[in-house]
Nanobody, 121 residues
Framework: QVQLVESGGGLVQAGGSLRLSCAAS????????MGWYRQAPGKQRELVAA???????NYADSVKGRFTISRDNAKNTVYLQMNSLKPEDTAVYYC???????????????WGQGTLVTVSS
């Protein structure tokens, strides 16, 4: 069974920075895509950033130039460096891992439990 454990959320003032981490555990052979989504109160969950095992990245327009996603394939860990944070970045941030191959299964998708990021004005 694959689990994702997130860390790094919290309260920060506008203009500040936070770094989120998400580590996948289990009998993992490979993970194709890992990413971060967020859900603000009353809104749908949306993609923030994603990265493939080869390093290709994709960002939401609202975070381009401020957020950077990176990944350590050896550790099955993905990071999200968030700079110049704005109050509108306030949301629960969820880690996602897709197209996971394990000793028991292929093409799994797993979500983390979410970590709250609050940006005060």
């Amino acid at each position: 069974q694959v689990q994702l454990v997130e860390s790094g959320g919290g309260l920060v003032q506008a203009g500040g920075s936070l770094r989120l981490s998400c580590a996948a555990s289990g009998s993992i052979f490979s993970i194709n895509a890992m990413g971060w989504y967020r859900q603000a109160p009353g809104k749908q969950r949306e993609l923030v950033a994603a990265i493939t095992s080869g390093g290709s990245t994709n960002y939401a327009d609202s975070v381009k130039g401020r957020f950077t996603i990176s990944r350590d394939n050896a550790k099955n860990t993905v990071y999200l460096q968030m700079n110049s944070l704005k109050p509108e970045d306030t949301a629960v941030y969820y880690c996602n891992a897709d197209s996971i191959t394990t000793a028991q299964a292929i093409d799994l998708e797993v979500w983390g439990q979410g970590t709250l990021v609050t940006v005060s004005s």
